[in-house]
């Protein structure tokens, strides 16, 4: 089970494309998307359209394949499994990670399901995998993030390589949501890897 995270900065493509790509690969997915998370989806994915849930979101694009595998829980639910050590989760994805959140991580001000999810990671040795998006960065993005990492969360800022010669927006964030899938080391084709010749 990978908890993916949708946090309130631009960029929420990010997130829907990894859970395309994961409930693809037959995972399981729980999902948790922040209040303001939901209005940036309505703003730069649904072209002002109102967020009801992620499963409406995917069927609108066009995903139906495996929708059964998603879950979405709200971020103020303490009840949902995530909050607990005792959830078999392997990995959370933030992903985008407002720098109000990523605050939140690094102090471990657990008062969201987000932030409580990258909590129990950090107490229970799971992956904590951070994608901040700010720019430019202040000093207390760069001393927070070292903190976040200093507790075992992994930093993937979204900065694309342009030697895959990206001809689209899409083709920048799969280049974004392969490097994701390549640190969970999951099988992915949206990236070759270097001198390959696919
Ligand atoms: C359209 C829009 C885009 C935003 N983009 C960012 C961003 O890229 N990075 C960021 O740190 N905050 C961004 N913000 C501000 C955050 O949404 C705000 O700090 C909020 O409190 C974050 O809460 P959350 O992380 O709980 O969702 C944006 C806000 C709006 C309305």
């Given at each position: 089970?990978?908890?993916?995270?949708?946090?309130?900065?631009?960029?929420p493509?990010?997130?829907?494309r990894l859970?395309?790509e994961?409930?693809?690969?037959?995972?399981?997915?729980?999902?948790i998307?922040?209040?303001?998370g939901?209005?940036?989806?309505?703003?730069?994915?649904?072209?002002?359209?109102?967020y009801?849930?992620?499963?409406?979101?995917?069927?609108?694009?066009?995903?139906?394949?495996?929708?059964?595998?998603?879950?979405?829980?709200?971020?103020?639910?303490?009840?949902?499994?995530?909050?607990?050590?005792?959830?078999?989760?392997?990995?959370?994805?933030?992903?985008?990670?407002?720098?109000k959140t990523?605050?939140?991580?690094?102090?471990?001000?657990?008062?969201?399901?987000?932030?409580?999810?990258?909590?129990?990671?950090?107490?229970?040795?799971?992956?904590?995998?951070?994608?901040?998006?700010?720019?430019?960065?202040?000093?207390?993005?760069?001393?927070?993030?070292?903190?976040?990492?200093?507790?075992?969360?992994?930093?993937?800022?979204?900065?694309?390589?342009?030697?895959?010669?990206?001809?689209?927006?899409?083709d920048?964030?799969?280049?974004?949501?392969?490097?994701?899938?390549?640190?969970?080391?999951?099988?992915?084709?949206?990236?070759?890897?270097?001198?390959?010749?696919?």
């Open positions: 089970m990978i908890i993916v995270a949708i946090s309130g900065a631009s960029g493509i990010m997130g829907i859970i395309e994961l409930l693809n690969l037959e995972e399981e997915v729980a999902a998307v922040s209040k303001t939901r209005k940036i989806i309505e703003h730069e994915v649904l072209n002002n359209s109102a009801t849930s992620l499963k409406d979101l995917l069927e609108k694009r066009g995903v139906t394949r495996k929708i059964g595998l998603l879950k979405e829980y709200e971020n103020s639910d303490f009840f949902s499994p995530s909050a607990s050590g005792s959830s078999e989760f392997e990995a959370v994805v933030v992903v985008p990670c407002s720098m990523l605050s939140a991580i690094a102090s471990g001000y657990a008062d969201n399901l987000i932030v409580r999810t990258c909590d129990v990671a950090f107490k229970e040795k799971r992956r904590c995998i951070i994608v901040p998006r700010e720019t430019p960065l202040n000093l207390i993005h760069v001393e927070n993030m070292r903190k976040a990492m200093v507790a075992g969360a992994e930093m993937v800022p979204p900065v694309p390589g342009f030697y895959t010669h990206p001809e689209t927006i899409d920048v964030v799969d280049f974004i949501v392969g490097k994701l899938l390549n640190l969970l080391g999951r099988k992915q084709s949206l990236l070759n890897s270097w001198g390959s010749s696919e």
